[in-house]
């Protein structure tokens, strides 16, 4: 992102940076700026309903210094967020999140729970949010039953 400078010292330097042994920065910025420049090669597309030409885009070669800096940033974190929900998706249990959009929001106060009269209410409700009941889909996952089907369906 340095040879982005104007300064021309600066565009020579060769920085290393230490940042573990899975990600690599010089590998991210590269394939960030491909992408970009994949972007304005494709073209602006139409994602949402408002109407053509509604919103601008920043185009890559158009840009210059801060402004190229902060478009690698944005690419690079909005690519790393979606590794991040793809493997959250992949996960059963710790994934479940992924799906809570169209979930009933219940509004549960610190009253509502200290005037529950049973210590099994708060059990089983807590246990419904995470999944952690036994039905039959879990009692075959946690080896407690071969089949997971229902036998009332």
């Excluded at 885009?57 to 690698?72: H, L, P, V």
């Excluded at 974190?77 to 590794?83: A, G, I, L, Q, Y």
Aim: with cysteine; aromatic share 6%; glycine share 4%.
């Amino acid at each position: 992102m340095l040879e982005e400078s104007d300064d021309p010292v600066v565009k020579t330097v060769q920085t290393s940076l230490k940042t573990g042994r899975k990600w690599k920065v010089t590998e991210a910025v590269d394939e960030a700026k491909e992408c970009l420049k994949m972007k304005e090669v494709i073209g602006q597309t139409q994602t949402v309903r408002i109407g053509l030409g509604s919103t601008t885009a920043k185009w890559w070669s158009k840009t210059e210094g801060k402004e190229k800096r902060d478009m690698i940033i944005d690419e690079i974190r909005n690519k790393e967020d979606s590794t991040r929900v793809q493997k959250a998706v992949q996960q059963p249990q710790q994934g479940q999140w992924t799906n809570w959009d169209t979930a009933i929001q219940r509004s549960l106060t610190w009253n509502d729970i200290w005037h529950m009269n049973k210590p099994l209410r708060i059990s089983f409700l807590i246990r419904s949010v995470y999944d952690l009941l036994p039905s039959n889909a879990n009692l075959e996952r946690w080896g407690k039953k071969d089949d997971p089907t229902c036998p009332l369906c």
